[in-house]
């Protein structure tokens, strides 16, 4: 168990809706990383946050969109969903702003039907 | 811009033998580099990095990588893997910092998929 906790493990939903995911950080890490991983894309780096400010922003289309609360947990809201949307999404978390080490959440499967 | 690439997507083997998982990088600028490994329905977990110093570096589970800045790779290496070890394993590469540490984006490979078999 890395204690990183997603909710909720699994999403199934039509397309032109919107979804939040929720990513709560090991006690203690300041930063929040998104990551989405497709069958055709790989794992692909979203957006970091560090202590509730945005710290680096990688492939996010603009549907999309991330904050870091001041408890630090973390919510990735998609909307407009398309097919194309559909893929594993994870969090992950480190103690500070580097990326040295991750710890990763066991991920939120979203189907977009 | 940075990239990975491993160049094998599955590694059949069977237990007790040595394998190897290999990665190369491209980069105009110093990099730090990773292995992660995801086991069936669990998120990744760091295998192994090198951010400086020696060469070779070890990791959790009897695992080793060598940087090899001339050829550009970065190949994981397990002398006896177990059953246990099946998995998938991914490369990942960072920009090095001026400060020496690594931030943001990490680039990952597509994945290499370890079977062991008995």
């Known amino acids: 168990d890395s204690g990183v906790t997603q909710t909720p493990k699994h999403l199934i939903t039509a397309t032109g809706q919107r979804v939040t995911l929720r990513c709560s950080p090991r006690?203690?890490?300041?930063?929040v990383y998104w990551y989405q991983q497709s069958l055709d894309q790989g794992l692909q780096f979203l957006i970091q946050?560090?202590?509730?400010?945005?710290?680096a922003k990688g492939n996010i289309l603009e549907r999309f969109s991330a904050q870091q609360f001041p408890d630090l947990h973390s919510e990735l809201n998609l909307s407009s969903l398309e097919l194309g949307d559909s893929a594993l999404y994870f969090c992950?978390?480190?103690?500070?702003?580097?990326?040295?080490?991750?710890?990763f959440g066991s991920g939120t499967q979203l189907s977009v039907l | 811009a940075q990239s990975v690439t491993q160049l094998d997507s599955q590694v059949p083997v069977f237990e007790e033998a040595p394998v190897e998982l290999r990665c190369n990088y491209s980069?105009?600028?110093?990099?730090?580099l990773f292995w992660y490994v995801q086991y069936p329905n669990q998120g990744l977990q760091l295998l192994l990095k090198?951010?400086?110093?020696?060469?070779l570096v070890k990791g959790i589970n009897g695992f080793e990588a060598e940087f090899n800045k001339s050829q550009t790779s970065f190949h994981l290496r397990k002398p006896s893997v177990h059953i246990s070890d099946t998995a998938e394993y991914f490369c990942?590469?960072?920009?090095?910092?001026?400060?020496?540490?690594?931030?943001?984006?990490?680039?990952f490979g597509q994945g290499t998929i370890l079977t062991v078999h008995p």
């Open positions: 992950a978390s480190s103690a500070q702003a580097t990326n040295e080490k991750l710890f």
């Open positions: 006690s203690g890490d300041l930063s």
């Open positions: 946050y560090y202590n509730g400010e945005e710290r």
């Open positions: 980069s105009s600028v110093s990099v730090y």
């Open positions: 090198y951010l400086s110093g020696s060469t």
């Open positions: 990942a590469v960072s920009l090095a910092n001026a400060g020496g540490t690594s931030y943001g984006k990490l680039t």
